[in-house]
């Protein structure tokens, strides 16, 4: 089946420092790839996307690729502020016809902390 | 637009009492669904709809019960609560059912005792 693995956290940085989640999936088929983002005590939004192989989302300073050779989608800023202290999903989506077809997929979520 | 929104924002249950966790979005979104977020689990589907009068079960459906008789109203049932039901429950919704973007409500913090 479709399956997301991302890093396990907590990550916990300084301000400024340089940011990468790992992400890998496993898919049959040729998925969407997703990054949301869960800000303390709030619902999730999506953070970025990317639909075919090689396409890059970008975002809030945040980008990811999507590498088919690696299965990968890797989550990366240069420079990470408090204000991104928040909890990362990766998701996958595939599926076709509707219904019963339709599945998101959701890693396990890694929790990042900035320290001023 | 208030986008989607949900209610309770907590509730507290003891076993086996039962209730109904409301979902609401005023998007004019065909696809709503429901998640449950459990530590180190991530978020797994319970329910979905694709349309009014269209449901069907997720990853973990057992205990829940969900209708769609509106576009904009999507409330999901737990029937008899149990301890393994206490979780944040998500409720989301997108223009399709292959929408790139889910929205998310802000969550229901439920504890069954």
């Known amino acids: 089946g479709n399956s997301v693995t991302q890093m396990e956290g907590p990550v916990t940085l300084s301000e400024e420092a340089f940011l990468t989640i790992n992400c890998t999936y496993t898919?049959?088929?040729?998925?969407?790839l997703f990054w949301y983002v869960q800000y303390p005590g709030e619902g999730l939004q999506l953070l970025l996307k990317a639909t075919k192989a090689d396409d890059k989302g970008s975002n809030k300073g945040f980008e990811a690729t999507y590498r088919k050779e690696t299965t990968s989608f890797h989550l990366e800023k240069g420079s990470v502020q408090v204000s991104d202290s928040a909890v990362y999903f990766c998701?996958?989506?595939?599926?076709?016809?509707?219904?019963?077809?339709?599945?998101?997929?959701f890693g396990k979520g890694t929790l990042l902390t900035v320290n001023p | 637009n208030a986008g989607v929104t949900q209610t309770p924002k907590f509730q507290v249950l003891k076993t086996g009492q039962s209730m109904t966790l409301q979902c609401a979005q005023d998007?004019?979104?065909?696809?709503m669904s429901w998640y449950r977020q459990d530590p180190g689990m991530g978020l797994r589907l319970i329910h979905y709809?694709?349309?009014?009068?269209?449901?069907d079960q997720g990853e973990v459906p057992n205990g829940y019960n969900v209708s769609r008789s509106t576009t904009e109203d999507f409330p999901l049932r737990l029937l008899s609560a149990a301890p393994s039901q206490t979780s944040v429950y998500f409720c989301?919704?997108?223009?399709?059912?292959?929408?790139?973007?889910?929205?998310f409500g802000p969550g229901t913090r439920l504890t069954v005792t």
């Open positions: 998007m004019n979104h065909e696809y």
């Open positions: 998701a996958l989506s595939i599926g076709s016809g509707g219904g019963s077809n339709y599945k998101l997929t």
């Open positions: 989301a919704s997108s223009y399709q059912w292959d929408s790139d973007e889910q929205y």
């Open positions: 709809s694709v349309g009014a009068g269209i449901t």
């Open positions: 898919a049959t088929g040729y998925p969407s």
